[in-house]
C-alpha cells in the first residue's frame, strides 16, 4: 500500500491550499483517514481525522479554518486548509487505516508528507 500526498507549497497568511492523499495497493477498506503535521524538533501532532462513514474531529488550532474530506471511491483524503497563519507551517503527513484483505486487522500507512509553508 503506498499514500500519495500532494498540494502542499508556498502562500501568504490567510490564503488557501488544499492537500490530497491517495491510497493504492492491497486494499479492502479504509477505516480511519487523516491528516498529522509536525515541526523539526517536535512531535507530530493530529490535525484532522475522518471516519469512514464521514464523522470528523479536528485539532482546536484549526477549527474553523480547516475541513477534510474523502472519496471513497477514489480512496483520497482531502484537507482544504483556509485562513491561514504562519504557525501552520509544518510537513503535513497523511495516513488511512487500512483493511487489507476480508477479516484482516486494519494497518496504519502513511504518506510521506508535504510541506506547507504560510509567510507573514
Known amino acids: 500500500v503506498q499514500l500519495q500526498a500532494s498540494g502542499g507549497g508556498l502562500v501568504q497568511a490567510g490564503g488557501s491550499l488544499r492537500l490530497s492523499c491517495a491510497a493504492s495497493?492491497?486494499?479492502?477498506?479504509?477505516?480511519?483517514m487523516g491528516w498529522y503535521r509536525q515541526i523539526p524538533g517536535k512531535q507530530r501532532d493530529v490535525v484532522a481525522a475522518?471516519?469512514?462513514?464521514?464523522?470528523?474531529n479536528y485539532a482546536d488550532s484549526v477549527k474553523g479554518r480547516f475541513t477534510i474530506s474523502r472519496d471513497n471511491a477514489k480512496n483520497t483524503v482531502y484537507l482544504q486548509m483556509n485562513s491561514l497563519k504562519p504557525e501552520d507551517t509544518a510537513v503535513y503527513y497523511c495516513?488511512?487505516?487500512?483493511?487489507?484483505?476480508?477479516?484482516?486487522?486494519?494497518?496504519?500507512?502513511w504518506g510521506q508528507g508535504t510541506q506547507v509553508t504560510v509567510s507573514s
Open positions: 475522518i471516519t469512514s462513514g464521514g464523522n470528523t
Open positions: 495516513y488511512a487505516g487500512i483493511f487489507n484483505y476480508p477479516g484482516s486487522r486494519y494497518r496504519d500507512y
Open positions: 495497493g492491497i486494499i479492502f477498506s479504509i477505516n480511519n
